[in-house]
């Protein structure tokens, strides 16, 4: 899953959500001084990446993209992210721009307890409004311009996130009804494994 899945599908503690959403950059490494906050957001984000690569409604989407290809699952991730937004009164309570100003605001209240490079990824994320992006298809066709430019020239040569554009508009709808099957089971498999109270979740 993608940034703003990974901090949804955490408990309401901002240090949780900032070990889910940092687990990638910082490669699922627990950092001196993280917190037990920090290392349990780390943890649940290897659960949730294990659920989703191994989820029959996930496989599906990426077949519908072809039947090669690297970074389909990244693709996806993304793409699941947008239709998050869209439906995002199904699973959460909270209007997605106050829980994106909760989230930015507090993250700057923490930022100085995390790496260097932790900490000017998350003011990027922030500066450059990337989790409010994803409510617009427009936030999507940028995202993979942006995984575009992080590729190395060898990957590069093979595929690109952007050249998915066409097989993505031609199965947006498709991909929606695997993404309405999928997401209520990740949140599901969230509430079970962190075993959170309604009042530690933001999940609904």
């Given at each position: 899953?993608?940034?703003?899945?990974?901090?949804?599908?955490?408990?309401?503690?901002?240090?949780?959500?900032?070990?889910n959403l940092l687990a990638?950059?910082?490669?699922?490494?627990?950092?001196?001084?993280?917190?037990?906050?920090?290392?349990?957001?780390?943890?649940?984000?290897?659960?949730?990446?294990?659920?989703?690569?191994?989820?029959?409604?996930?496989?599906?989407?990426?077949?519908?993209?072809?039947?090669?290809?690297?970074?389909?699952?990244?693709?996806?991730?993304?793409?699941?992210?947008?239709?998050?937004?869209?439906?995002?009164?199904?699973?959460?309570?909270?209007?997605?721009?106050?829980?994106?100003?909760?989230?930015?605001?507090?993250?700057?209240?923490?930022?100085?307890?995390?790496?260097?490079?932790?900490?000017?990824?998350?003011?990027?994320?922030?500066?450059?409004?990337?989790?409010?992006?994803?409510?617009?298809?427009?936030?999507?066709?940028?995202?993979?311009?942006?995984?575009?430019?992080?590729?190395?020239?060898?990957?590069?040569?093979?595929?690109?996130?952007?050249?998915?554009?066409?097989?993505?508009?031609?199965?947006?709808?498709?991909?929606?009804?695997?993404?309405?099957?999928?997401?209520?089971?990740?949140?599901?498999?969230?509430?079970?494994?962190?075993?959170?109270?309604?009042?530690?979740?933001?999940?609904?």
């Amino acid at each position: 899953m993608n940034y703003l899945a990974h901090i949804i599908l955490s408990k309401k503690n901002i240090e949780y959500q900032l070990g889910n959403l940092l687990a990638d950059p910082l490669k699922g490494k627990p950092w001196p001084g993280c917190s037990s906050s920090h290392r349990d957001g780390i943890q649940m984000h290897g659960w949730i990446d294990s659920f989703t690569d191994t989820n029959q409604h996930v496989s599906r989407a990426k077949t519908r993209l072809g039947t090669k290809g690297y970074l389909k699952g990244v693709v996806v991730d993304i793409i699941f992210d947008h239709l998050l937004t869209k439906h995002w009164g199904q699973f959460i309570n909270t209007e997605l721009n106050e829980f994106i100003s909760t989230f930015n605001n507090n993250s700057l209240k923490t930022i100085d307890t995390l790496p260097e490079s932790a900490s000017d990824f998350i003011k990027r994320v922030i500066t450059h409004n990337i989790l409010s992006s994803y409510v617009n298809f427009s936030g999507v066709i940028f995202a993979l311009n942006r995984l575009d430019h992080r590729l190395s020239p060898r990957r590069l040569a093979k595929e690109t996130a952007s050249s998915y554009l066409p097989a993505i508009t031609a199965n947006l709808e498709s991909i929606e009804e695997d993404f309405l099957l999928f997401f209520p089971e990740l949140a599901n498999f969230f509430i079970n494994k962190s075993g959170s109270s309604e009042q530690e979740r933001w999940l609904k």
